[in-house]
């Protein structure tokens, strides 16, 4: 069974980075899939941050992309979220998912199967 | 503001059916697969429908999924107290090259 974790700090100053980390139990990231986060600010809906590849190959929501860097370390089982220069329109749960991602000749398959139990991040000084 | 429209909020009594929408345009869900994922309280998103209609293992077949052109359905038959909670859709936007959300669903069990 696939089980996500995410950690990190709690709380954030304005202008600092954020940074998560997710541990994958029951699978192991080398073996395939895509890892994603995604964020939820408080008393609203979804939105996906980005997500990576085994490989280390990444793709970011354009809107957040120059502040986003996601990474992965296979030997850990983990990847990781860094969101730079944050303000407290970044305070959120933020998750960390497995992602299907299949690129067809027409059409995408893409979604998220499991999630992580997510972790709030506020940014305040 | 998210570009998939779902209506803020709908219920029915215990046992009755709710039928949930979410419209989008030809860049997301008119060519590409659709997902449905269900939020209870407190809790992390978890997938209900991928794929425009299959059920992951262990989701009963309560819940269904249909797409038809820019727009998608999520069906929630024998309604239950224990299916109060927010319902996400969610497709890649091959315009904005961007896996988006639906602006979600809240449902009232009566």
């Known amino acids: 069974q696939v089980q996500l974790q995410e950690s990190g700090p709690g709380l954030v100053k304005p202008s600092e980075t954020l940074s998560l980390t997710c541990t994958v139990s029951?699978?192991?990231?080398?073996?395939?899939?895509?890892w994603g986060w995604i964020r939820q600010p408080p008393g609203k809906g979804l939105e996906w941050i980005g997500s990576?590849?085994?490989?280390?190959?990444?793709y970011y929501n354009p809107s957040l992309k120059s502040r986003v860097t996601i990474s992965v370390d296979t030997s850990k089982n983990q990847f990781s979220l860094k969101l730079s220069s944050v303000t407290a329109a970044d305070t959120a749960v933020y998750y960390c998912?497995?992602?299907?991602?299949?690129?067809?000749?027409?059409?995408?398959?893409?979604?998220?199967?499991?999630w992580g139990q997510g972790t709030l991040v506020t940014v305040s000084s | 503001q998210s570009v998939l429209t779902q209506p803020p909020s709908v219920s029915a009594a215990p046992g009755q059916k709710v039928t949930i929408s979410c419209s989008g345009s030809?860049?997301?869900?008119?060519?590409?697969?659709v997902s449905w994922y269900q939020q209870l309280p407190g809790t992390a998103p978890k997938l209900l429908i991928y794929?425009?209609?299959k059920r992951p293992s262990g989701i009963p077949d309560r819940f269904s999924g249909s797409k038809s052109g820019t727009s998608a359905t999520l069906g929630i038959t024998g309604l239950q107290t224990g299916d109060e909670a927010d319902y996400y859709c969610?497709?890649?936007?091959?315009?904005?090259?961007?896996?988006?959300f639906g602006t979600g669903t809240k449902v009232t069990v009566l």
């Open positions: 029951g699978y192991s990231i080398s073996s395939g899939y895509y």
């Open positions: 794929e425009n209609n």
């Open positions: 990576i590849y085994h490989s280390g190959s990444t």
């Open positions: 969610g497709t890649w936007d091959s315009s904005l090259s961007v896996h988006v």
């Open positions: 998912a497995r992602a299907v991602v299949v690129v067809a000749a027409t059409s995408v398959y893409n979604w998220f199967d499991p």
């Open positions: 030809s860049s997301n869900i008119g060519n590409n697969y």
